[in-house]
């Protein structure tokens, strides 16, 4: 029975590399000499530090624009909050998503029930499995996956015939 998974996984060798580059902008721009402004990727922890809300405001564009650049969807990042951590120093710790959350994946599988395509949705740990007796109807219920959640950055693997 053809089938195809939609799963939520950044490319984490693309972001490593984009954080590196933020790290060195930030290393030979003027506005942060004499700055505690830094950036650090920890397995799925991205944290950001600065001297304050402004600065941290600034090396999340400067990521935003090396993500871009490297081809890694901004909606991969969940923003955390700002911290104070001593001093008038602040950090801000983002995680990298990786795999539909069950919340999500309920309203995936709910989307493709409500449909009337005849397919299957099923959740497979934090995947989503689509099922179908027809590959047009896999592709119809890809492209309306797509149309549908617009917040969450979805790829589709795993297609078989």
């Known amino acids: 029975m053809p089938s195809f998974d939609t799963v939520l996984e950044a490319d984490l060798v693309k972001l ?3 954080v590196e580059n933020c790290a060195k902008e930030i290393g ?3 506005d942060f000499k004499g700055t505690a402004a830094a950036i650090e990727i920890k397995d ?5 530090l600065g001297d304050g809300d402004f600065q941290i405001d600034q090396i999340n564009d400067i990521l935003r624009n090396k993500l871009a650049k490297a081809g890694v969807d901004v909606r991969f990042l969940d923003l955390g909050k700002i911290e104070k951590i001593g001093g008038d120093k602040v950090k801000q710790v983002s995680k990298v998503r990786n795999g539909i959350a069950g919340d999500d994946a309920k309203k995936i599988q709910q989307l493709i029930k409500g449909s009337k395509l005849k397919v299957q949705g099923s959740i497979q740990g934090d ?3 689509v099922s179908g007796a027809k590959r047009d109807d896999l592709q119809a219920a890809m ?5 549908e959640v617009k ?3 979805l790829s589709f693997n795993n297609f078989r015939d």
């Open 16 to 18: 490593k590399n984009a």
């Open 28 to 30: 030979t721009r003027f």
């Open 44 to 48: 799925k922890d991205i944290t950001l």
């Open 127 to 129: 995947a989503v499995r």
């Open 143 to 147: 492209a309306l996956i797509r149309a």
């Open 151 to 153: 917040d969450l950055p």
